[in-house]
């Protein structure tokens, strides 16, 4: 059965940093095309960043709101995945899912976690 | 940049008819990188369609897509209480990477 764990939310100060964590069962990770995708309260999905396996180069690509604050970094021998979050800011307060990718061929995100909550606020 | 505009932004039905959702994208794109999506109350999103028109798997025949270019439907026939959500679409292009419809939640008549 494949899992998705995410961990590592809370709450922080505006500038603040914050590393979340999604722990993977259940399916090869290390070929896995992973996700973060957000939801901020009462809101719909926004796409964070995206990191690719390290059999095609382990590259990322992020987010206009993001990019140059956060960044997805992935250990395969510990099959978990990662969200360094920095210079928060109050629009960032989200519930952060990381999510895997089905097939290249068909990019949409077949497994989800169940999310964990980040509050940006002083 | 793609745009993805889902409409009605609320569709109010009963048990038994049938939902026609839409999604409509900003500019032309290939079929393969649209999907949709379901999401209930407190829980994460469910991939119901891929590749605009293929069911994932575990999803039963009542959800379909269908759509090409810039229209993008997903029906479910015979609503059962259960399928009452919020439906996204959600396409993978190039900058961004990937994009969100702003959803259409389903309601109960």
């Known amino acids: 059965e494949v899992q998705l764990v995410e961990s590592g939310g809370g709450l922080v100060k505006p500038g603040g940093s914050l590393r979340l964590s999604c722990g993977a069962s259940?399916?090869?990770?290390?070929?896995?095309?992973m996700s973060w995708v957000r939801q901020a309260p009462g809101k719909g999905l926004e796409w964070v960043g995206l990191?690719?396996?390290?059999?095609?180069?382990?590259?990322?690509d992020y987010a206009a709101p993001v990019k140059g604050r956060f960044t997805i970094s992935r250990d395969d021998s510990k099959n978990t995945l990662y969200l360094q979050m920095n210079s928060l800011e109050t629009e960032d307060t989200a519930l952060y899912y990381c999510?895997?990718?089905?097939?290249?061929?068909?990019?949409?995100?077949?497994?989800w976690g169940q999310g964990t909550p980040v509050t940006v606020s002083s | 940049e793609i745009v993805l505009t889902q409409s009605p932004g609320t569709l109010s039905l009963s048990p038994g008819e049938r939902a026609t959702l839409s999604c409509r994208a900003s500019?032309?794109?290939?079929?393969?990188?649209l999907a949709w999506y379901q999401q209930k109350p407190g829980q994460a999103p469910r991939l119901l369609i891929y590749?605009?028109?293929s069911r994932a798997p575990g999803i039963p025949d009542k959800f379909s897509g269908s759509g090409s270019g810039t229209d993008f439907t997903l029906t479910i026939s015979r609503l059962e209480p259960e399928d009452f959500a919020v439906y996204y679409c959600?396409?993978?292009?190039?900058?961004?990477?990937?994009?969100f419809g702003q959803g259409t939640k389903l309601e109960i008549k």
């Open positions: 259940g399916f090869i990770f290390t070929n896995a095309w």
């Open positions: 990191i690719k396996s390290k059999v095609v180069g382990g590259t990322t």
């Open positions: 999510a895997s990718v089905f097939t290249i061929r068909n990019p949409a995100f077949d497994y």
């Open positions: 500019q032309s794109v290939s079929s393969s990188y």
């Open positions: 959600q396409h993978y292009g190039n900058s961004p990477l990937y994009t």
């Open positions: 590749g605009a028109s």
